[in-house]
C-alpha cells in the first residue's frame, strides 16, 4: 500500500518555465514532508520541506504548497534550468516535524529541462 | 567533510551466499536507516534505527538484517540473498530533530544471480 504517491513518472519542460511536480498521500498521521532531488550515481539530498501547520514554503526558486484537505503537495521551480533535470522524491513523516525515524518516500518523478 | 559512507559500491553475489553491506557516518547522528530504490516503487525502507541497539522495521524488512552497536556504524545483513534482492541501495543517517530529514550515502547496487 503505498502511502505516498507520485503519479507522474515524467516530466519534460523548456528552460525558462515553471516546473509543477505533484505528491499524493493517504495518511493523514504525515505532518511533515519534504523533498528531495537525486541525480544518476548519487543518494538523494535534501531540496525543501514543509511542515502540516503551513500551506507554503519558499526557498529561492523552490516553493513548495500543501493543500492538507485534499492530502495533495506539489514543487514549484521557478525558472527551470537545466541543471534541475533530476529525479524528485516526495518523502512524508508522522514524527511531529522532528523526527524522521520512519520517512515515507513517493515512486519519484523524473524531470527534464531542456535548453 | 561530514558524509555517509557505504561499501562496497558495487556488488554481484550468488543465492543464497551472506553478504553484508557497510555503513559509517560521521556526524554523530543519532537515527540512521537503509532503504532500497527500485523502478517504479522509489523509495522503500527497509529498517531504520533511533540510537544505539535501538532497530524497528520499515517497509519491507523481510530477507534483511541490521545491527547498531556503535553509533557511527549500521550494516545491512543479507543471511540468505535472493534475485529479488537485486536493487540500489541507499544508506542515510539524520540528528534526533532536523528539518531536512536524512543525509543519505551514494548507494550500493546489488546483484543477486
Same mark, same amino acid.
Given at each position: 500500500? /503505498? /502511502?505516498?504517491?507520485?503519479?507522474?513518472?515524467?516530466?519534460?519542460?523548456?528552460?525558462?518555465?515553471?516546473?509543477?511536480?505533484?505528491?499524493?498521500?493517504?495518511?493523514?498521521?504525515?505532518?511533515?514532508?519534504?523533498?528531495?532531488?537525486?541525480?544518476?550515481?548519487?543518494?538523494?539530498?535534501?531540496?525543501?520541506?514543509?511542515?502540516?501547520?503551513?500551506?507554503?514554503?519558499?526557498?529561492?526558486?523552490?516553493?513548495?504548497?500543501?493543500?492538507?484537505?485534499?492530502?495533495?503537495?506539489?514543487?514549484?521551480?521557478?525558472?527551470? /534550468?537545466?541543471?534541475?533535470?533530476?529525479?524528485?522524491?516526495?518523502?512524508?513523516?508522522?514524527?511531529?516535524?522532528?523526527?524522521?525515524?520512519?520517512?515515507?518516500?513517493?515512486?519519484?518523478?523524473?524531470?527534464?529541462?531542456?535548453? | 567533510?561530514?558524509?555517509? &559512507?557505504?561499501?562496497?559500491?558495487?556488488?554481484?553475489?550468488?543465492?543464497?551466499?551472506?553478504? &553484508?553491506?557497510?555503513?559509517?557516518?560521521? =556526524?554523530?547522528?543519532?537515527? =540512521?536507516?537503509?532503504?532500497?530504490?527500485?523502478?517504479?516503487?522509489?523509495?522503500?525502507?527497509?529498517?531504520?534505527? =533511533?540510537?544505539?541497539?535501538?532497530?524497528?522495521?520499515?517497509?519491507?524488512?523481510?530477507?534483511?538484517?541490521?545491527?547498531?552497536?556503535?553509533?557511527?556504524?549500521?550494516?545491512?545483513? %543479507?543471511?540468505?540473498?535472493?534475485?529479488?534482492?537485486?536493487?540500489?541501495?541507499?544508506?542515510?543517517?539524520?540528528?534526533?530533530?532536523?528539518?531536512?530529514?536524512?543525509?543519505?550515502?551514494?548507494?550500493?547496487? %546489488?546483484?543477486?544471480?
Amino acid at each position: 500500500d /503505498q /502511502q505516498v504517491k507520485q503519479n507522474s513518472p515524467s516530466l519534460s519542460v523548456q528552460e525558462g518555465r515553471i516546473s509543477i511536480l505533484n505528491c499524493d498521500y493517504t495518511n493523514s498521521m504525515f505532518d511533515y514532508f519534504l523533498w528531495y532531488k537525486k541525480y544518476p550515481a548519487e543518494g538523494p539530498t535534501f531540496l525543501i520541506s514543509i511542515s502540516s501547520i503551513k500551506d507554503k514554503n519558499e526557498d529561492g526558486r523552490f516553493t513548495v504548497f500543501l493543500n492538507k484537505s485534499a492530502k495533495h503537495l506539489s514543487l514549484h521551480i521557478v525558472p527551470s /534550468q537545466p541543471g534541475d533535470s533530476a529525479v524528485y522524491f516526495c518523502a512524508a513523516s508522522d514524527g511531529g516535524g522532528t523526527s524522521y525515524g520512519k520517512l515515507t518516500f513517493g515512486q519519484g518523478t523524473i524531470l527534464t529541462v531542456h535548453p | 567533510e561530514a558524509q555517509v &559512507t557505504q561499501n562496497p559500491r558495487y556488488l554481484i553475489t550468488v543465492t543464497g551466499k551472506k553478504l &553484508t553491506v557497510t555503513c559509517s557516518q560521521n =556526524m554523530n547522528h543519532e537515527y =540512521m536507516s537503509w532503504y532500497r530504490q527500485d523502478p517504479g516503487l522509489g523509495l522503500r525502507q527497509i529498517y531504520y534505527s =533511533m540510537n544505539v541497539e535501538v532497530t524497528d522495521k520499515g517497509d519491507v524488512p523481510e530477507g534483511y538484517k541490521v545491527s547498531r552497536k556503535e553509533k557511527r556504524n549500521f550494516p545491512l545483513i %543479507l543471511e540468505s540473498p535472493s534475485p529479488n534482492q537485486t536493487s540500489l541501495y541507499f544508506c542515510a543517517s539524520s540528528p534526533r530533530t532536523s528539518p531536512s530529514g536524512y543525509t543519505f550515502g551514494s548507494g550500493t547496487r %546489488l546483484t543477486v544471480v
